[in-house]
């Protein structure tokens, strides 16, 4: 799903988005649910998927904790 917002992103998205996607922790090669899974070459991975949310235009927190500070900047027109 997140490739596929970044796709609707890159075409033009009038509100500002702010994304946080787990996994980044996920050992390399180990399955852990749904935030590790594993899809072939780098799709699929938590680091390409931050990479291509972040050039369709998208906010990237790291910790979910960040979420409403982020929306709160996106709002204010804050870079």
């Known amino acids: 799903a997140e490739e596929e917002a970044a796709a609707l992103l890159s075409?033009?998205?009038a509100l500002p988005v702010v994304a946080y996607v787990a996994g980044l922790t996920a050992p390399p090669g180990r399955r852990?649910?749904?935030?590790?899974?594993?899809?072939?070459?780098?799709?699929?991975?938590?680091?390409h998927k931050i990479e291509l949310l972040e050039t369709a235009g998208a906010r990237i927190v790291r910790?979910?904790?960040?979420?409403?500070?982020?929306?709160?900047a996106a709002l204010a027109g804050e870079s």
């Open 11 to 13: 075409r033009g998205y």
């Open 32 to 47: 852990m649910g749904h935030a590790g899974a594993i899809l072939s070459c780098r799709q699929g991975t938590a680091s």
């Open 63 to 72: 910790n979910p904790a960040a979420i409403g500070k982020a929306v709160a």
